[in-house]
């Protein structure tokens, strides 16, 4: 794999790196059933729409089940049907017993893990090494975080009764489908709310089989409702009288939609929009880990996350060592099958999806930015996209603007921290940013001026359940994660 050349540096044989054998994840040890029906009041149910729809996989274009789509009347069912368990059972219920039953999802989750890896990448399209690594163990510790909450609200608001909001609507978008759903069912049942969930239109096979979970954790009936469908049904879901809540995570586009909706009404609202991260390497970071992280940041994803670090910025007099070394390393990205556990990028979520990231890659060109792809072969179906970059970009372009949520870096150049501050906190977008830097000073510095919500230090996209996530600006407001994650689920009132 590594040759050594004269002058002692090792030179990579990227067609040797390329051509790991096949290690495939066998789909076999998942079961998709062929139709899934709307998971309401504890069974599953036709949809009163009695419409269906294909979810397939994005990486060969196959279909993989048919889905419920439900109308406003299957949404006013979840919904009674969870005002029904919240007034009767779940809002009276011990704190320590609440607990219990989040407890046995999170057992359960880890149980079926392997199993739930795998739908969520054919489902979904992402490596599996991402969803067995990092997706579901990561909803399994939302659960198990928040069910240790659960009897404990009185140490989370000191002095404070915490009372739950009543019935929550949460729509989820495509993403991390199952972790979605764990951010946000996990602290609502802890804080005694019972929940509507609307998966997204491309990924609703996790969340199906969570409702199975649930159903075997023996939750009471109606106390968690899992429905399918589009827009419209997240739509009816948002403008339903006997919600008190709404907790979405999607587009910018999609979240001022619903906060125009809900204003002048009592339902509180929480959203996670869209990105624009900013990852800064300075001169005195050390450039290979920062290589390293720039592209966990923005292609193990195929930077189909909000957080994804899509703008670099450089300080010059390292740029072009870094700019060569990451193009380096994007020739030996992996491309391909997402079940090979080899594989570094998968697929594309949508068709949609990859005509919106080619569009994008066109207005870099005609912007000027210079581009650089991967030499990879893409297989022949499904929707697939080179990973790419763009150096010779300037701060007004589109696509170092706007969110593209494709495995495409917009690179740029700064001279002085007051310079990068600027340029960083240009944005109308505030959701996370990454710094690179030998300097803790220069962290500190750094991390208190950057309007992002999230801050990474010489690394990026890490995640725990402990720790507070969400933005600033049109990247929405309000938290998820840790104790700051019980706040959107509560009333507090005096003692
Ligand atoms: P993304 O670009 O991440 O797919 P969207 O905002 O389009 O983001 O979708 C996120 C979620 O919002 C999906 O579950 C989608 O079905 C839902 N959704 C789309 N339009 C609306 C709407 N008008 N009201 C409520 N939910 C919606």
């Not at 017993?97 to 359960?108: D, G, L, S, T």
């Not at 419209?232 to 125009?260: C, M, P, R, W, Y």
């Not at 390497?281 to 996350?305: K, M, R, S």
Request: contains cysteine; charged residues 25%.
């Amino acid at each position: 794999m590594a040759t050594k050349k004269k002058n002692n540096t090792i030179k990579l044989n990227f067609d040797t790196v390329r051509n790991y054998a096949p290690a495939l994840e066998s789909k076999s040890a998942a079961t998709i059933k062929p139709q899934y029906d709307l998971f309401i009041n504890g069974k599953f149910e036709k949809p009163l729409s009695k419409k269906y729809f294909s979810t397939i996989n994005p990486s060969n274009e196959e279909k993989l089940s048919e889905v419920a789509e439900a109308n406003t009347a299957d949404v006013n069912r979840a919904v009674k049907a969870a005002r029904s368990a919240y007034e009767k059972v779940w809002k009276k219920m011990a704190a320590k017993e609440r607990a219990k039953y989040i407890f046995r999802i999170a057992r359960i989750i880890q149980e079926k893990a392997r199993e739930l890896s795998i739908i969520e990448t054919l489902d979904g399209g992402k490596p599996i090494r991402e969803s067995r690594d990092f997706d579901i163990p990561a909803a399994a510790n939302h659960f198990f975080y928040y069910a240790g909450w659960a009897d404990k609200l009185e140490y989370a608001f000191p002095n404070r009764n915490a009372n739950p909001l009543g019935v929550a609507g949460q729509i989820i978008p495509w993403n991390f489908p199952l972790l979605m759903a764990a951010w946000k069912i996990a602290p609502a049942l802890a804080t005694g709310n019972t929940v509507v969930l609307k998966s997204a239109e491309t990924t609703p096979l996790t969340a199906l089989k969570l409702a199975e979970i649930i159903q075997e954790a023996d939750l009471p009936a109606g106390v968690v409702n899992i429905i399918t469908g589009g827009g419209e049904t997240g739509a009816a879901l948002v403008n339903h009288t006997d919600i008190n809540k709404i907790a979405f995570t999607g587009s910018t586009e999609v979240g001022k939609i619903i906060q125009k909706a809900t204003a002048g009404t009592n339902k509180k609202l929480t959203l996670e929009l869209g990105g624009k991260a900013a990852n800064i390497i300075f001169e005195d970071a050390a450039l290979d880990e920062a290589v390293e992280g720039v592209i966990n940041g923005i292609y193990f994803n195929q930077g189909q996350v909000c957080c994804a670090g899509s703008r670099l910025y450089i300080q010059e007099s390292v740029a072009k060592e870094v700019i060569k070394k990451l193009k380096d390393r994007l020739e030996s990205l992996i491309v391909g099958d997402p079940l090979d556990k080899n594989t570094d990028v998968g697929a594309i979520n949508s068709r949609q999806q990859l005509e919106t990231i080619q569009k994008y890659l066109k207005i870099g060109q005609q912007e000027g930015a210079e581009k650089y792809e991967s030499s990879c072969a893409l297989p022949q179906k499904g929707f697939w996209c080179r990973p790419t970059l763009f150096t010779n970009v300037a701060q007004s372009n589109r696509i170092a603007q706007e969110e593209i949520f494709g495995p495409v870096l917009a690179i740029l150049t700064f001279r002085t921290d007051d310079e990068i501050i600027e340029k960083a906190n240009n944005s109308p977008y505030g959701l996370s940013a990454g710094v690179w830097t030998d300097k803790g000073s220069k962290i500190f510095n750094m991390t208190k001026r950057l309007k992002a919500g999230v801050v990474w230090a010489n690394t990026f996209n890490k995640f725990d359940p402990t720790a507070p996530f969400g933005g600033y600006k049109e990247s929405g407001y309000g938290r998820e994660g840790g104790l700051h994650g019980l706040m959107p689920y509560v009333n507090l009132s005096n003692k």
